[in-house]
């Protein structure tokens, strides 16, 4: 009986297995030939959607529900450009991006840039890696002069995107690959250990941290103030977590270098500033918190009780 459970055990882990190579591209059948199958038409046809949604919610953020949304030019099979006339908040445009083109079922990678309408020069702008980096996008709270300007997005090819994509998951794949293999001999080698008869309940997470009127979750990097909810990058959740765990108290602007950067190597007094200058946007609409500069001093989180 044990040998045929084992034998049952063994066999959903190989289709698990399949499963996985199958959605990495690496596998007959996978993403490659799917990709390769997509209609040049119906791809357009779906950008072509989501940067107009991108669009109406950039303009919907700065209190615009009127003006007009232009056509979506195409000069080439993987470019799109899009003309927007007025200001729009660019710390928002990736997240913004990204969820139209996977509500469109859009999933190949692409660079972003931001051009000035009347000299076509290159303004702001990432990639799509950079939205899986600890770093963050590029530009991120950099000042913009108001006028017109113009949102291109190249796409990579459908063999790019799949061998990026290969890449990015073979060091997670591995390590599953790994755990699986341990779990399957942990099976063949003995029984199951019986249910406890009074099993300790569920612990509640411990990882989310409320301040103020806001909630800070240190494990997902997911700040809710008031109504918005953010995202931060990794070195903006090092930032927040070192202030909300020294509530009211002046920091010194050396102690916070040390603690956020110098551990990766690289130390810039004037990116304390405008990573504070970023915290305190997301924080401006919850009355019970202020985060203020000490001058010649640091920098505080003020808590109301």
């Known amino acids: 009986m044990n040998e045929a459970v084992n034998r049952c055990f063994l066999r959903k882990i190989r289709i698990l297995l399949r499963l996985i190579l199958v959605l990495l591209?690496?596998?007959?059948?996978?993403?490659?030939?799917?990709?390769?199958?997509?209609?040049?038409?119906?791809?357009?046809?779906?950008?072509?959607?989501?940067?107009?949604?991108?669009?109406?919610?950039?303009?919907?953020?700065?209190?615009?529900?009127?003006?007009?949304?232009?056509?979506?030019?195409?000069?080439?099979?993987?470019?799109?450009?899009?003309?927007?006339?007025?200001?729009?908040?660019?710390?928002?445009?990736?997240?913004?991006?990204?969820?139209?083109?996977?509500?469109?079922?859009?999933?190949?990678?692409?660079?972003?840039?931001?051009?000035?309408?009347?000299?076509?020069?290159?303004?702001?702008?990432?990639?799509?890696?950079?939205?899986?980096?600890?770093?963050?996008?590029?530009?991120?709270?950099?000042?913009?002069?108001?006028?017109?300007?113009?949102?291109?997005?190249?796409?990579?090819?459908?063999?790019?995107?799949?061998?990026?994509?290969?890449?990015?998951?073979?060091?997670?794949?591995?390590?599953?690959?790994?755990?699986?293999?341990?779990?399957?001999?942990?099976?063949?080698?003995?029984?199951?250990?019986?249910?406890?008869?009074?099993?300790?309940?569920a612990q509640p997470s411990t990882s989310q941290v409320p301040f103020g009127g806001s909630l800070w979750d240190t494990a997902t990097y997911r700040l809710v103030s008031g109504e918005s909810t953010y995202h931060l990058t990794y070195r903006e959740a090092k930032l927040l977590t070192l202030l909300v765990s020294h509530p009211n108290q002046v920091l010194e602007r050396d102690f916070i270098l040390k603690t956020v950067w110098e551990d990766e190597g690289v130390i810039v007094g004037r990116s304390l500033d405008v990573f504070v200058s970023r915290l305190r946007k997301m924080l401006r609409n919850d009355p019970k918190l202020s985060l203020v500069a000490v001058h010649g001093l640091g920098y505080r989180l003020e808590v109301l009780s």
Not at 68 to 83: A, C, Y
């Open 25 to 201: 591209g690496v596998w007959p059948g996978g993403t490659d030939r799917a990709l390769a199958r997509d209609d040049t038409a119906r791809f357009a046809e779906k950008v072509n959607l989501a940067l107009r949604r991108t669009a109406h919610q950039l303009l919907t953020a700065n209190g615009d529900s009127t003006t007009r949304i232009l056509p979506v030019q195409q000069p080439d099979e993987g470019t799109f450009v899009l003309r927007l006339n007025d200001l729009f908040d660019y710390d928002q445009l990736p997240q913004l991006l990204q969820e139209s083109l996977e509500l469109h079922g859009i999933h190949r990678a692409y660079d972003v840039a931001v051009l000035d309408c009347s000299r076509g020069t290159l303004q702001l702008g990432y990639s799509w890696a950079d939205l899986h980096s600890k770093d963050g996008v590029p530009c991120h709270g950099r000042q913009k002069e108001p006028g017109c300007y113009q949102l291109r997005v190249s796409f990579y090819s459908s063999a790019q995107t799949a061998t990026t994509r290969t890449f990015w998951w073979l060091m997670p794949l591995g390590t599953l690959l790994t755990a699986l293999g341990y779990l399957a001999w942990r099976r063949t080698r003995r029984e199951p250990s019986p249910p406890l008869d009074n099993p300790n309940p």
